[in-house]
């Protein structure tokens, strides 16, 4: 079977970090496929337009068209019709010689690929990953793409059951899937702290970035939350313990000015955005995990601290509670809330010794349905299953 998976996110030399889940699934689904990943970038000079390259081992062609950032809707939509017609052009062989177009994200690939559908006559599987479907669509509600969208993809393949939910009131009539993508459950190995003393690492990789596409600025990942709660904590008491913050922008000068700001400035490390290879050194390395998002598809660090078999403190939102069972594997607060993220971190410190049943049952929850090596399976079942 070949399949032609196209997205806006995926790792390059220069950005080695981005969208790695999305280079992780075209890897396990190339074991069982023939797979080809298009891949959508801003042109820059120096660039062409096309590029075929292999990217550790994955074939990839690389689109880099024009873009200017534009707030306007109409210019949104035009630009977004432009990189249609161009893709249709410059793709027409491979496209003759697919089965299956697979797209990852509604705000580039998925609006893309089911207008591909529709001229080419090819099933599209739409791989639906959370921020797409609370935010992007939004931008294109109402107009002929969005309508189109739907008449173009044959199913929904969803990240988790709260977006399967999710689809199923927005677009009734689509068929939707859960296919968790699960993690490399060989990467990360529960094990107790060698020893009691000394402090209890806990661990947030969600970042500062400023997300100027949705409502939450530069708390998307509960970031602007947990600062709060920090600082409610140490009013509190003097935590054994020091927070590591990771991700985009946590080493700016904004953070550096907040953590001399605090009554216990030496609490807080600042790691900046981690390599890939580096996150699972960082999680298996620490004893408390945060991810106090305050609007998730299903988060993979949620995913992979559960498989370290370490303490997991997260909001109730989107598909985490599928992951993070309360009071089983893990503990849940209401998003955005700094004053119950600050009761939960005093607990878990306080009684962290006493939470062994908590890691091991999410360790086991992990193993029992995330497990990363399912995931291609899982794709090829709901192709077969709707390819009639």
């Keep these: 079977m070949k399949i032609l998976m196209i997205t806006g996110g995926f790792p390059s030399e220069d ?28 042109f820059k000079p120096g660039r062409s337009f096309k590029e075929d390259v292999d990217y550790e081992g994955v074939k990839v062609i690389r689109l880099n068209f024009p873009y200017l950032p534009e707030k306007n809707r109409t210019i949104k939509i035009m630009r977004l019709r432009l990189w249609i017609y161009l893709t249709r052009k410059i793709l027409k062989k ?32 739409a791989q639906i990953i959370g921020s797409d ?55 990360f190995k529960p094990q107790q702290r060698t020893s009691p003393e000394g402090p209890l690492k806990i661990l947030f990789l969600g970042g500062f970035a400023h997300r100027a596409s949705t409502d939450f600025g530069s708390n998307l990942k509960g970031g602007e939350t947990l600062k709060k709660a920090w600082s409610l904590l140490l009013d509190r008491m003097r935590p054994e313990a020091v927070l590591q913050l990771g991700g985009p922008e946590s080493k700016s000068s904004k953070i550096e000015e907040w953590k001399q700001s605090l009554s216990l400035s030496g609490s807080v490390e600042m790691l900046g955005e981690l390599l890939p290879e580096q ?30 078999g370490k303490l997991v403190i997260a909001s109730r939102v989107g598909g985490i509670p599928e992951v993070i069972i309360e009071g089983e594997t893990g503990i849940m607060v209401k ?49 077969k299953s709707e390819i009639k």
């Design 15 to 42: 950005k080695p970090q981005k969208s790695i889940f999305n280079l992780r699934a075209a890897k396990s689904l190339s074991q069982i496929a023939d797979v080809t990943v298009v891949h959508y970038r801003f």
């Design 94 to 125: 491979q496209l003759k010689s697919v089965d299956i177009i697979h797209s990852v994200g509604l705000d580039v690939g998925g609006m893309i690929a089911s207008r591909l559908s529709q001229k080419s006559k090819l099933p599209h599987f």
């Design 133 to 187: 479907i609370n935010f992007h669509m939004d931008e294109l509600k109402g107009s002929s793409l969005e309508r189109k969208w739907t008449k173009g993809t044959r199913a929904a393949i969803c990240n988790s059951e709260a977006i399967v939910k999710d689809i199923q009131q927005k677009y009734p009539g689509l068929p939707a899937y859960c296919a968790y993508r699960g993690t490399d459950l060989s990467n």
């Design 279 to 308: 996150v699972p050194e960082y999680i298996n390395s620490s004893d408390i995990v945060l991810v106090p998002s305050l609007s998730e598809g299903l988060p993979n660090v949620a995913v992979e601290a559960c498989a370290a």
């Design 335 to 383: 998003a955005a809330d700094a004053n119950a993220l600050a009761d939960a971190l005093e607990k878990v410190i306080l009684g962290y010794g006493a939470m062994d049943s908590m890691r091991k049952a999410a360790r086991n929850r992990v193993e029992a349905d995330f497990d990363s090596s399912q995931y291609a399976q899982r794709l090829m079942n709901i192709y």
